[in-house]
């Protein structure tokens, strides 16, 4: 018996993360935490990133990996949870992120790793944005810094991700005027705040899983200094990764 669940239309999810190197990731938060916790961070945010994916259970999930997949933390993950890896090509995040969705056989929604608030009714809500009888070619959920968290596309559009000014409040706006002018339709949903900066620390030593960064929290004085987009470095963007 085909059910409705049966028929309803996978969308894939593409995780872009770097390595957990020291300082190597999460660049623009060293001055805070130091190398070491800043790698740290990075590792924890993937693997909470990955695990939110998976439950979402809305497709399959493949790790685009930066440097290459073959980093010792990439392999660990394909064994403990069975991901597929594909390495991040060559060029900035919009043509790397260009290549993700080039690489897709239907419907797929990329995300980063800075976004702690991030959960699986998001990414649920996103894939039923790009379902035939919903009507939209894209869904973005807008970072508060004027980046985005996720971005979800039912075709490729490569045009979409060149010439945007990545690492700056300008993203999403950028972004806006390529959809209108390529006549694409498309839905926002809620935005959401994600970890780019020393002051982003304040709000994610709340969380669980995250208390060791109280104390850099507090050092860091919970202020903002700058936005840049929620993707930037998870994926490993020139300015930083989404």
Known sequence: MVTRRDRIEAVAIAVFSRAPLPGTTKTRLIPALGAAAAARLQRRLTLRTLAVAQQAAIGSVRVWAAPDE????????????????????????GERMAAAFADASGPLLLIGCDCPVLQPAHLVAAAAALRDDAGN???????????????????????????????????????RHRLAGAGLSWLELPPLWDVDRPGDLMRLAGFAG?????????????????????????????????
Request: aromatic share 10%; hydrophobic share 45%.
């Open 137 to 175: 070619d894209a869904v973005f959920i807008p970072a508060e810094d004027g980046g985005y968290v996720l971005v979800g596309l039912r075709r490729p559009q490569p045009s979409l991700f060149a010439g945007i000014d990545w690492g700056s409040e300008r993203v999403m706006a950028q972004t």
């Open 70 to 93: 073959r980093q010792r933390f990439f392999r660990a993950l394909h064994r403990r949870c069975g991901v597929d890896l594909r390495p991040q090509p060559a060029g900035d995040l």
């Open 210 to 242: 995250f208390h060791e960064f109280a104390g850099f929290a507090a050092w860091s004085g919970g202020t903002a200094d700058g936005a840049a987009t929620g993707m930037a470095d998870g994926a490993g963007a020139a300015a930083s990764g989404l």
